[in-house]
């Protein structure tokens, strides 16, 4: 069935670049999503990408996918204290019409 | 603007009772999901719906049930309610072309 992965935690310092990673088993995937997640809210869309897309740049978001080993990565450039929370990664597919999520990475930004 | 509601924001109950939470969207989206969140699984689906009249079985639905009577209603029923199913309940919308958007999450007691 379809399963999605992420390492459950990441911790970096102010400034640094942080790398949250993602693997996903549904080759029918149609969009991969990173939704981030602040203390006691919802799920926010932070960014998306469409599965014949290799890369898309948002600011200081980049999300790069490999298809082939169906590894999605989400970027974030000069991270920052407000940056700190849970990000989680999805996919969609429009066979199944199912919306699967991961475990959920908590991102820890350091002063 | 459109939005994603959903009702109680809190809620304690016994064991044994019947509960509903409601999630009412105004997108007019087709597709809507629920999800319970729990630490150390991220999200996991219990239901969803591709439209009206349209109900499927997510990885943990033991013990729950949807019915989708319009488009913007998808009200979730535990039906004898365990502490088990103490949990925080996320309810989500999307269509085919756009990404899932987010209640604010109702929290869930049982006791």
């Known amino acids: 069935g379809e399963d999605v992965e992420q390492s459950l935690f990441l911790s970096v310092r102010e400034g640094d670049s942080s790398v949250i990673n993602c693997t996903y088993t549904?080759?029918?995937?149609?969009?991969l999503y990173w939704y981030k997640q602040e203390p006691g809210a919802g799920l926010q869309l932070l960014t998306y990408?469409?599965?014949?897309?290799d890369m898309k740049q948002d600011q200081r978001l980049t999300v790069l996918l490999n298809k082939k080993d169906k590894h999605l990565s989400l970027r974030i450039a000069d991270t920052q204290t407000g940056d700190s929370a849970i990000y989680f990664c999805?996919?969609?597919?429009?066979?199944?019409?199912?919306?699967?999520f991961g475990q959920g990475t908590t991102l820890q930004v350091k002063p | 603007d459109a939005e994603i509601t959903q009702s109680p924001r809190h809620k304690i109950t016994e064991t044994g009772r019947q509960v509903t939470l409601a999630c009412h969207q105004t997108?007019?989206?087709?597709?809507m999901f629920w999800y319970r969140q729990d630490l150390g699984h991220g999200l996991r689906l219990i239901h969803y719906?591709?439209?009206?009249?349209?109900?499927n079985k997510g990885e943990v639905s033991d013990g729950y049930s949807v019915s989708r009577s319009n488009t913007e209603d998808l009200p979730l029923t535990l039906e004898s309610a365990a502490s088990s199913q103490t949990s925080v309940y996320f309810c989500?919308?999307?269509?085919?072309?756009?990404?899932?958007?987010f209640g604010q999450g109702t929290r869930l007691t049982v006791v």
């Open positions: 989500a919308s999307s269509s085919d072309r756009t990404e899932a958007f």
């Open positions: 549904d080759s029918s995937s149609t969009y």
């Open positions: 990408i469409f599965s014949n897309m």
């Open positions: 999805a996919e969609f597919s429009s066979n199944t019409g199912k919306l699967i």
């Open positions: 997108w007019n989206h087709n597709n």
């Open positions: 719906s591709y439209g009206v009249q349209d109900t």
